[in-house]
């Protein structure tokens, strides 16, 4: 059998070969083959085998390989190919870039993508086109088919894209595309089952965090989107651009419902909603004023005017109506929804503030400034409780065009971005560093830092500068290397952070530029160079005991299990807290038994049992026996819980996430099969008013024959009387 071969080139052709010779016939050798014991004739053989292995070098040293015999050159045979034809992909004569291509060969089938994002499907070998199409200007960076031939994937790099085609139906079967340069600003829903994001490509995306995929798009912006949130209902969001509007979307229609403007141009770069959804309000980093607009009707509430600098930050608190917003001016202004939008209160800061929020229960405040610290205050009494100096936590790492000293570098780094842990007793921080810093707020302390990235294709990723690239006149990055057309190194202006894409060489500074809590505190996202990361408890095995005790084994907690002591079994399983065995127990207790077993269980069993349920709740296919479950803790421990609301408002939460997710799958499925079902009633129906009319018209026949059966006998009758 003679082989062919198929060769494409990046200028559009494509070879096909042939060879001269039968590979069935080759004898094919293999490096690593096993070893196989010698047997009694064979040493001598072996020895003889090892002594021609051995070959002596020009200097005497002795090289060990395996040194081909004649035999063996013999067998072994020179393959040939020559050039059966020679084909064009672009015969019109538009000159573009082969990028990438795959081939399939039980179906013969080659697909081949292009610089200008165009896909050609040819049969091989006769070279027959089956489809040619685009799927955007970018150029496609990666192709594959998968192993039935009827799916292609086409990867576009530049633009973040990734499509599923199914050539046989022209049809898409997978389709998702990330923002196209760096993002900007995230926020989490109420129920912690989406994530909204916003990029400087002024595209607002939303986004699953069970699957991680983006399922809508909005492109009704004209520039960077700069901050985004969602609405305490949890089906609208709102997001500030510096196209100069503020524009809420509806994720019920998937539209663009409202959009706030200014009375003169402004750009806006903060953004808050209240706890109520009804007041809007975005801060202008040119005019140093704060709007505010009405949810309902649209419009133009109150201009608050009173910072001396461009409004870095906004805030509602989550129980009052009260904003907080930070400035550059060095303050942090409390305005008063209810009392004619007055400042309430004024807190001195000590540098410029960056970033402002308020603790999921309303009784603090968290304020990041430019020197570096996060200073912490009661909103009520307008007193400062403490502060984290987190400026060395940061570890800055070291441009390659650096002319200063690593300390004195340091001392230009913040925080730019601040968010509270669902349960308020921690703070994220991040900023203009490969780092996120958490902090505990009690012992004002660092817990623990998170590297977001380790690519070193990012400019100040390393700590320290190379000493092989420093020379006496200083670094070799700043050294022109061109053929001497006198533009020399271009060097960024200060403060550019993002690089500049006209460059060559475009190496974007890495940052955090967003960071949020999820709602159920069992996860938080954060928005950087790298792309949008989310960090969860839920994908790792933690062993965290509670109460552990010698005599809390899994043995005795399946002794337990055996003598039905339900409540008992419970409390062991949450004490060794083994995710794995608490399911065990909570499954083998009996429907019957749930409300006394609830009923019996210790007050602070019930808001750990309560989480474990949401947990499994969102996995679980046992939806009525564990929604049975939360039902009964809720009603037998509701006064209780609503005591501690605050504190367990993220277990809460989780819940609601989980019985969130079912009931929107559920109502899909549910409302998909009523409307089955009255189809196929007004089907049936049809059918037997059809059936009606079908014997109603053979009765008519039947009465026109026998009609016109006596009207002839009567003009018989009329005829023979005539006669």
């Known amino acids: 059998?003679?082989?062919?071969?198929?060769?494409?080139?990046?200028?559009?052709?494509?070879?096909?070969?042939?060879?001269?010779?039968?590979?069935?016939?080759?004898?094919?050798?293999?490096?690593?083959?096993?070893?196989?014991?010698?047997?009694?004739?064979?040493?001598?053989?072996?020895?003889?085998?090892e002594e021609r292995d051995k070959v002596e070098g020009e200097e005497g040293e002795v090289i060990r390989g395996k040194v081909e015999t004649a035999k063996e050159?013999?067998?072994?045979?020179?393959?040939?190919?020559?050039?059966?034809?020679?084909?064009?992909?672009?015969?019109?004569?538009?000159?573009?870039?082969?990028?990438?291509?795959?081939?399939?060969?039980?179906?013969?089938?080659?697909?081949?993508?292009?610089?200008?994002?165009?896909?050609?499907?040819?049969?091989?070998?006769?070279?027959?086109?089956?489809?040619?199409?685009?799927?955007?200007?970018?150029?496609?960076a990666s192709v594959a088919i998968n192993s039935s031939g009827d799916w292609i994937g086409f990867g576009c790099s530049r633009m973040g894209q990734l499509l599923v085609w199914e050539w046989q139906s022209e049809s898409y079967v997978f389709k998702q595309q990330g923002h196209f340069n760096n993002m900007a600003s995230l926020a989490y829903s109420p129920d912690g089952q989406y994530i909204v994001t916003g990029g400087d490509d002024s595209k607002v995306k939303v986004w699953n965090t069970n699957t991680g995929l983006c399922f809508v798009t909005f492109t009704e912006h004209t520039s960077s989107v700069t901050n985004v949130t969602f609405t305490s209902s949890g089906f609208v969001i709102v997001s500030a651009s510096l196209d100069g509007t503020v524009r809420a979307f509806d994720l019920h229609r998937y539209r663009n419902f409202r959009t706030f403007t200014s009375p003169r141009p402004a750009q806006f770069s903060s953004l808050a909603v209240d706890a109520s959804g009804e007041l809007?309000?975005?801060?202008?980093?040119?005019?140093?004023?704060?709007?505010?607009?009405?949810?309902?009707?649209?419009?133009?509430?109150?201009?608050?005017?009173?910072?001396?600098?461009?409004?870095?930050?906004?805030?509602?608190?989550?129980v009052q109506s009260v904003l907080a917003s930070c400035s550059w001016d060095r303050t942090v202004r409390l305005w008063d929804m209810l009392d004619s939008w007055q400042t309430k209160e004024t807190l001195p800061l000590t540098s410029d503030g960056l970033a402002v929020t308020y603790r999921p229960d309303g009784q603090e405040l968290a304020v990041a400034t430019l020197n570096g610290e996060i200073s912490f205050w009661n909103p009520h009494t307008a007193t400062q409780n403490g502060s984290v100096a987190g400026r060395h936590d940061l570890q800055t790492g070291r441009k390659e065009t650096d002319k200063i000293t690593a300390k004195q570098s340091a001392k230009g780094k913040s925080f730019t971005s601040l968010c509270y842990s669902a349960d308020g007793e921690s703070v994220l921080a991040g900023g203009q560093a490969k780092f996120v810093c958490i902090y505990n707020i009690k012992e004002q302390m660092l817990i623990k830092k998170f590297e977001i990235s380790c690519n070193l294709s990012f400019d100040a990723m390393e700590e320290f500068l190379d000493?092989?690239?420093?020379?006496?006149?200083?670094?070799?990055?700043?050294?022109?290397?061109?053929?001497?057309?006198?533009?020399?190194?271009?060097i960024s202006l200060p403060g550019v952070r993002r690089g500049d894409m006209s460059s060559r060489h475009f190496k974007p500074e890495i940052r955090v530029s967003s960071l949020r809590f999820s709602p159920t505190g069992r996860s938080w996202a954060a928005t950087t160079t790298e792309g949008l990361l989310v960090y969860s408890l839920d994908g790792s095995l933690v062993f965290d005991p509670y109460d552990l005790d010698l005599d809390v084994t899994p043995a005795s907690i399946r002794k337990q299990l055996r003598l039905q002591e339900w409540a008992s079994a419970i409390v062991l399983a949450f004490r060794l807290n083994e995710k794995a065995l608490k399911q065990e127990v909570l499954e083998k207790v009996p429907h019957e038994q749930i409300s006394v077993v609830c009923g019996s269980l210790p007050d602070i069993y019930v808001e750990k049992l309560l989480g474990f349920i949401a947990t499994c709740l969102e996995k679980s296919g046992h939806l009525q026996f564990y929604m049975t479950w939360a039902q009964n803790l809720l009603m037998l421990h509701g006064q209780k819980l609503k005591n501690r609301s605050g504190a367990i408002l993220p277990t809460l939460q989780a819940l609601q996430k989980s019985i969130q997710r079912h009931f929107d799958d559920l109502s899909k499925l549910c409302d998909f099969n009523m409307y089955n079902i009255r189809y196929a009633v007004a089907l049936s129906k049809q059918r037997g008013l059809k059936r009606a009319a079908e014997e109603e018209t053979e009765d008519q026949e039947e009465e026109d024959e026998e009609l016109s059966e006596e009207m002839s006998e009567a003009s018989l009758e009329d005829a023979e009387m005539m006669l």
């Not at 009694?40 to 003889?48: D, L, R, T, V």
């Not at 309000?281 to 608050?304: N, P, Y």
């Open 1 to 49: 059998m003679f082989t062919q071969l198929y060769t494409v080139s990046q200028d559009g052709t494509l070879c096909v070969w042939e060879s001269d010779t039968e590979l069935d016939g080759l004898i094919l050798k293999k490096s690593q083959d096993k070893p196989k014991l010698p047997r009694q004739g064979e040493e001598e053989e072996e020895e003889e085998s």
């Open 73 to 140: 050159r013999e067998k072994k045979k020179n393959v040939r190919y020559k050039m059966m034809s020679k084909h064009f992909f672009n015969k019109e004569g538009d000159f573009n870039n082969l990028t990438a291509a795959a081939y399939h060969k039980p179906n013969h089938i080659l697909v081949t993508g292009f610089a200008s994002g165009i896909f050609h499907l040819h049969e091989l070998p006769e070279f027959n086109l089956i489809h040619s199409l685009s799927i955007s200007d970018q150029r496609i």
């Open 280 to 318: 809007v309000s975005a801060g202008a980093q040119d005019s140093f004023e704060i709007f505010l607009w009405s949810m309902q009707t649209g419009r133009l509430l109150e201009v608050l005017a009173g910072h001396e600098g461009p409004v870095s930050c906004l805030c509602f608190s989550p």
């Open 467 to 490: 000493r092989r690239k420093m020379t006496e006149f200083g670094s070799l990055a700043l050294v022109d290397e061109g053929a001497g057309d006198g533009d020399g190194v271009s």
